[in-house]
């Protein structure tokens, strides 16, 4: 009898550890290109293209190119730049699971490249009520980093047309 409760409790020993981290291992996340992790240890994700020779960023054009997405359920002004908000499905034994996604999106530009920075990620699954959480990475990274390059690829191919 000591010995079953003695595997039982390491067996639960070693599976609390499992879930008490909070991050994936990092080569894991890091290996999706662009995403990164500040100094407070939050992850985000980059997306960058080049930029062709023009005109420089037009917060009007950008203006114009935020209310066309079609990528993000919403996307609006926000002090640090804009706030939003897409979803995606993942398939969990056999049903369809949404997820929502929150995020705030900077848009910048340097002389050759125009850059995209997702911060302040949270995700939840739509039919969840509870509060968002920011540990992202541990469920689903791909799917999320997916959504964002649909938004910045959406965002890109309209800045990129002549007005």
Not at 8 to 37: F, N
Not at 122 to 143: C, L, Y
């Amino acid at each position: 009898m000591n010995k079953k409760a003695g595997l039982v409790l390491l067996v639960g020993v070693l599976l609390s550890g499992c879930s008490m981290s909070d991050h994936p291992e990092s080569a894991a996340v890091t290996a999706i290109k662009g995403v990164y992790t500040d100094n407070s240890n939050q992850y985000g994700y980059i997306k960058s293209f080049p930029l062709s020779a023009g005109s420089p960023l037009s917060t009007e054009k950008l203006r114009q190119c935020v209310l066309a997405t079609h990528a993000a359920q919403s996307l609006v002004p926000a002090a640090d730049g804009y706030s939003g908000q897409t979803t995606y499905t993942v398939n969990r034994m056999g049903s369809p699971v949404p997820f929502v996604v929150n995020f705030t999106l900077q848009v910048s530009e340097t002389a050759s490249q125009r850059h995209y920075v997702f911060s302040r990620i949270t995700q939840t699954p739509e039919d969840d009520k509870s509060a968002t959480s920011g540990a992202w990475v541990t469920a689903n990274p791909a799917q999320v980093v997916g959504t964002f390059n649909n938004v910045s690829v959406d965002l890109n191919r309209c800045l990129s047309n002549p007005e």
